[in-house]
């Protein structure tokens, strides 16, 4: 059994790398961040033309559209070096969690020598991490950690057995005695039970917290919001299909009517305590719309209510008209006479729905319901709903 | 609020798909399956000037090495039509769960259009499932779903909290009486807690040979079987490290004497049943010769051993020679004296440990030490390990 090591380190060389430059090419180390949190990427592409590298660490460019300016992206272009190495060095960058793709001849792909990426829907992008201040709730960090389980869960009102994630923090599986909070965390239209745990950075967030002593132990719910869905795509009998970003039955209040049923299975199945002080609701953007409405129709289920980037209003193009969305100020005006503990309001001064949301507290405040409102920079983001994330869980069953 | 599936629509587009060729270009609806299951490929590159794809849905090619010759992907080529777009289509394809890249002017990449991945230590590869046969264990039905929990155990060993993957089969949560049988699942080297999940399939497989009744319900604890590491790349506070082929500690015995502190912790935290006649251990390559010493080590302790293309001796050249490789024929022969109900040796025809192996068996047949032998086609891949797991499975906890 000699060189056992060695012949299998060069067998799966073979058969990872097993392309026409096989014998003389490896893999370029990116991203590398520097000491000065600048980061170099790098391609070896001796036969590309043109590499560029797209991602949220470039300053914005504003686009027009028919439906308003909004900011995307910028592309820097990448310079070859002799041997055919393409490098990108960025500005200094802010601690954040940051998203790229590289431009290869035409082709947006991944960075093929970073293997962290995350999906947004339909789109894989690369990542990396500067660390430091807020970021550093992003990062896995030696603190003690808690369990993430993809569980299913039966919904009778939807007819179907569902996906849902959930965080158990540290201390509960050893504390059988103990019962725990919880909340329930909802992402947006196209995504899915996913989309809070990779793009969210949930459990890091929440480690975190919890570890520094900014948070209580939770239990964090994160269902799939989409209600046509048993499970993220690839998740369920359907296939490895191409994920949709709009689906039927999203904000058509199939979701909030079933709702009840997850609450049901997470209070049979984890040792919470079952009341209104210990429930919170939170959402981006639908997930901020759902939060909205199951927390006005069952004003005495959540005391703790996150709305981040929310839409408010049901479509008018919708072809569902539910019920659910009737009677909106007097039902709100029976959930703020029961006096729940929060009601933050988060969004950034770019959001397309900055106005609705404007509108939307003009209500608030006319009425003279308390919230907490928190506006951030930049518009409708992940970046916006991670720092969400580390402000509202704070705040939460104190 | 008009508009706001359209406009949100519009601004995901914007903000995802943000490149030159934005408000002309859709993405190509690529791997397409066929009817006939061939499969096509498709990639929108007008300005590329080759593209490529392999993967093992190609007859493989061999290529000579100082080591030997292994079999390698072939490439095939795709071609462009007048708008931009190539295609490659395959020929008819066995079921089967397939990797592939695109290669693209050269650069070996994902395909951009198709967002199931999976990392095989450093390598990331798309990959799309041909079903019926066996390989519709490998996909995710309309049957009875389990748990998988990414939760971390304390090693004393070890010092140091560690990271491990755990399935429960469907019905351990609501069952709350029944206790269950564990396997413990070790993956090779260069891989981690993620390998069987990902690469295995090991949920849909448990999850599917349970509801047909082929295999009793169990638990499948994956590990670390890396000593030096809490969690798999991404996953501790190293950070976005570059995931390592070799490491330290690996097959030199740490991993091997540390394995009681995961049976003690799986043992206090789930409901099993702890004895010899309800635990089993497996592993592939790595993972098998882990199996064969810790087993060998424990003659009391798994009536169930799998060897999946083990590698059986230390490497000559390990620099820390550890005691518990030593007297392997009289401790062989001490646990062989208790009986295990099944000793599960599989490996494929091509494996370059194949003639290891078959060394090995000479030892167990010169002893008279009974074992089950499952010869595959095929080498040192995970094609072979989900096949073997599918084989093993069933015999377990009968």
Redesign the interface.
Known sequence: ??????????????????????WTSA?S?SPQVNSDNSVTFR????????VGV?GDFLPP?M?D????R?A??D?AALTKDEKGEWTFRSSVLAPELYYYSF????????D??????V??????MS???I?GGRADFY????V??G??????YDSPSLGM?R?ISVYTP?GY?ANTKMRYPVLYLLHG??GDEEAWVALGRTVQILDNLIAQGKAVPMIVVMPNGNAIQE?A?????L??V??A??MPKT?EGTFETSFPDIIKFVES?YRVIPDKRHRAIAGL?MGGFHSLHISRLNPDTFDYVGLFSA???????STAKSPIYDNFEPTLKAQFAKHPRLYWIGIGKDD?LYK?NKDFRDILDRNGFKYTYYESAGG??WRNWRIYLTEFVPLLFR
Chains 1, 2 share one sequence.
């Open positions: 059994m000699k060189k056992f090591a060695l012949v299998l380190a060069l067998f799966v060389s073979v058969v990872a790398f097993a392309q026409q430059s096989l893999p180390f391609l070896m592409a001796p036969n590309a033309t043109s797209t460019k686009v559209t028919p439906y308003g909004f995307v992206p592309t431009i290869i001849d035409g082709v947006k792909v991944s093929p020598s970073n293997v962290y990426q999906r947004d829907v339909s789109t894989v990542i990396f991490i660390g990062k896995v960090n030696s003690p950690h369990t993430l389980s993809r569980v299913w057995t996906r540290t599986e239209m196209g499970a795509p690839g998740e369920s009998s296939g490895l191409v994920p970003y709009q904000m199945r953007s839409a408010i209003w049901q479509s008018e193009e397309f609705t409708h983001i």
